[in-house]
């Protein structure tokens, strides 16, 4: 007999849960973090609900802490506690964080999306976003300071020995102004999506040669990953 995705999913998330060491009160928000949208168009007779929403709130806790975590701890200025910050909660960042805590075993991706090394990274960055968001509403914001101090506020050290927290936008244009004398240039490709859930695709042109894509929910979003898709062909 095959499982339903209701069986599925309880014993993803109670895995998980046991993984983290967190006893959720509802587990069903726990669940609801590990269901990615590319599953749902994959199954649609499963009527299930995305993790969007948790990861809308969780990208938001997430900031918050961190922001408050910077604040009390460091008398540095405003431009560099952002530089920081922006370094901690982006997907590179964060993929890394999801996959040691083996949050991919757990998610419910569509096959499609597997497939791309760059949605892989979103949707780990996007996964781990989710949990926090899960783990805010079920267990209150100690709990979420807690799991964020341990497992993203611990690599604050490396990113700022290794200077990590110059972003893929600056980046980028430093080194086409250094090679080229020139400034890349973003522009919208494709936009689609509601209002409540808008996404872009930009691309970044240099000596106006598209040089990478990208895709996000905002366009600075978009932006910093086509940046970033720049500098990995351009670096090799």
Known sequence: MVPSHKTLLEKSARDLAKSLKIKFKNLALLENSL???????????WRLESNERLEFL??????????????????????ELT???????????????????????????????????RSKLNILADGIEAVIGAIYLDQGKPQATKFIQKNILVKLPTILENQLFVDAKTALQELAQK??????EYKVLKEGGPDHN???????????????KG??????????????????KLNK
């Open 35 to 45: 269901i990615h949208r590319s599953f749902i168009n994959e199954h649609r007779n």
């Open 58 to 79: 969780g990208d938001a806790v997430l900031e918050l802490i961190v922001t408050d975590y910077l604040f009390h701890h460091y008398p540095n200025e405003e431009g």
């Open 83 to 117: 530089n920081w910050r922006a370094a901690l909660v982006s997907a590179e960042s964060l993929a890394p964080v999801a996959e040691k805590l083996n949050i991919e075993k757990y998610l419910f991706v569509g096959r499609g999306e597997q497939k791309n090394r």
């Open 179 to 184: 090679q080229w004398k020139i400034t890349p």
């Open 198 to 212: 808008k996404w872009f695709e930009v691309g970044v042109y240099i000596n106006e040669k598209l040089s990478g």
């Open 215 to 232: 895709k996000g929910s905002s366009k600075q979003k978009a932006e910093k990953e086509a940046a970033q898709t720049a500098l990995e």
